[in-house]
């Protein structure tokens, strides 16, 4: 069985300030991990993943995230924040490519202040 | 670009009628998905379905639900008989084939009352 952990259901940062959204999961076998962005009254929308290939993954709107076996981790960062950057985020987990299900976590709702 | 359309965006229905959501899923996807979101909860996997069937459901996913590829561009869930706890926001999703990431749709968000 997979499971995510989303640490913080809010997180508030200033313009410009360092946005760092934590997520730890479990998973049975080598996992695939995924950071959705859903932005007010619209739907999921992939922002990076990652598939066993380079641990440090890049993603759309300056987002990257790295996969820490070790740590069971797969934190989100980006180094400076936009206004546009609030909206909810997900991390999720699956056990491989097309077919297999997605295992969300609980989201964490970011708050940028000017 | 493809994207995965839903119809319609917000449904209102009485408990005890069938209600049934639609998605087109992007063309040359092979994999499709429902999922939901039930306020202030997670995003919780209901089904997937290939090759025409039911591939993995959920525990949530029970006689009262039930999928279709009707013709070569929808895929529906119908709710027999609705509850108040199937308030919720429904995404559906596909995949290419070989492709890990799924794509969403915007969403239904489904009322009962």
New interface residues.
């Given amino acids: 069985a997979q499971s995510v952990t989303q640490l913080g259901s809010h997180v508030s940062v200033s313009e410009g300030a360092l946005v760092l959204l934590r997520c730890n999961y479990s998973s049975s076998v080598p996992p695939?991990l995924?950071w959705?962005v859903q932005y007010p009254n619209?739907?999921?929308?992939?922002l990076l993943?990652y598939?066993s290939a380079a641990t440090l993954v890049k993603g759309i709107n300056g987002f990257e995230a790295e996969f820490k076996k070790s740590e069971t981790s797969f934190h989100l960062t980006k180094p400076s924040a936009h206004m546009s950057d609030a909206a909810e985020y997900?991390c999720?987990v699956?056990e491989?490519?097309?077919?297999?299900?997605?295992?969300?976590?609980?989201?964490t709702r970011v708050l940028v202040k000017p | 670009e493809p994207e995965?359309t839903?119809t319609p965006s917000h449904q209102v229905t009485q408990m005890g009628q069938e209600v049934i959501l639609r998605c087109v899923p992007i063309s040359n996807h092979?994999?499709f998905?429902w999922?939901r979101q039930i306020l202030g909860?997670?995003?919780?996997?209901l089904v997937?379905f290939?090759n025409n069937e039911i591939?993995?459901k959920?525990e949530i996913f029970d006689d009262q639900f039930s999928v279709e590829r009707p013709d070569g561009s929808n895929f529906t869930l119908k709710i027999r008989s609705t509850k108040l706890e199937d308030s919720a926001m429904y995404?559906c999703?596909s995949?290419?084939?070989?492709?890990?990431?799924?794509?969403?749709?915007?969403?239904t968000r489904l009322t009962v009352v």
Avoid: D, I, W
């Avoid at chain 1, 491989?96 to 989201?107: D, E, V």
């Avoid at chain 2, 995949?95 to 969403?107: D, T």
């Fill in positions: 695939y995924f959705y619209q739907g999921l929308q992939l993943k598939t997900f999720a699956s491989g490519t097309a077919g297999n299900k997605l295992t969300f976590g609980g989201g | 995965v839903q092979l994999y998905y999922y909860q997670k995003v919780e996997f997937s290939y591939s993995e959920s995404f999703a995949n290419r084939e070989g492709a890990s990431e799924a794509f969403f749709g915007q969403g």
